[in-house]
């Protein structure tokens, strides 16, 4: 039987949805798993404030006509606790953009992602484009483990005015919600200016839209979209894809575009 998984950590938003839609349509069992994976937030305080809302969650993948909810402890993850964990030869993906602003992340990534794969073996993996460098992280940890299993990244889901669907989105102020999407707007500068040669004065306006709608800025890069290594100079050939990554008051978004 073929199985297609979608892994959250819950507060699930038309995002997932899509992607289970997707799974279910593809597959003969669709399953979805909500854990909120402690070993992936190098701060304490980030994890204590990620939003459950596992009643309304329920409903939602029973609406959907999920086949199948995971809904495991720390313990059941963890037996052994959480210290100790084995470490993951990740190379590059583990030094830039998210793996350098959060050390650690996406070795905790790999370390719940290879319990579940092997709880769950799916045939299919579903993830979202908009969390770009953890899918290609994930794929890492596919070949190293010779996995059978396929992952699908599809498209990020946008709200009306852009911005990414992300289950931190619920934890924005008003006003900060509104300020929100100048991360969409930054990139869509990208997009629609992009021109072969220096890209320096291309990333630093995109940065100053961001600072004008109150973002503390992490990173705007753009990368390889293949292998993610920084594209300060472009040949109009490569593939590339822009990244960012910033905080709106004390929630940190992050979002990508592929860009032609």
């Not at 309304?56 to 059941?76: C, E, N, S, Y």
Request: aromatic share 8%; net charge negative.
């Amino acid at each position: 039987m073929q199985v297609g998984w979608v892994p959250t950590m819950g507060a699930l938003h038309p995002g997932h949805l899509s992607l289970l839609e997707t799974a279910r349509k593809e597959n003969a069992l669709s399953i979805c798993s909500i854990f909120v994976n402690p070993t992936q937030f190098n701060v304490a305080s980030d994890f204590e404030k990620y939003p459950i809302t596992l009643e309304k969650d329920i409903k939602l993948l029973v609406a959907a006509k999920v086949d199948l909810l995971f809904l495991p402890d720390v313990d059941d993850i963890y037996p052994k606790g959480i210290s100790g964990l084995e470490q993951y030869p990740l190379g590059y993906l583990e030094t830039t953009l998210e793996g350098e602003f959060r050390p650690g992340h996406f070795q905790g990534v790999c370390q719940v992602m290879n319990r579940l794969l092997e709880i769950i073996a799916p045939g299919r993996l579903y993830m979202g484009q908009k969390d770009y460098q953890q899918c290609m992280v994930i794929q890492k940890l596919l070949e190293l483990k010779q996995s059978g299993t396929i992952l699908h990244t599809c498209s990020t889901r946008r709200e009306p005015d852009g911005l990414a669907m992300s289950s931190r989105n619920m934890r924005l102020s008003e006003s900060e919600r509104k300020d929100a999407i100048g991360l969409y707007e930054a990139l869509t500068y990208i997009q629609q200016h992009l021109h072969p040669g220096d890209l320096t004065a291309l990333v630093g306006h995109a940065k100053s839209i961001l600072l004008q709608r109150n973002f503390r800025i992490d990173y705007v890069e753009m990368a390889d979209a293949v292998t993610l290594h920084p594209v300060k100079r472009w040949d109009s050939k490569e593939k590339l894809v822009a990244l960012a990554a910033a905080f709106q008051g004390q929630v940190r978004l992050i979002d990508n575009m592929l860009l032609t």
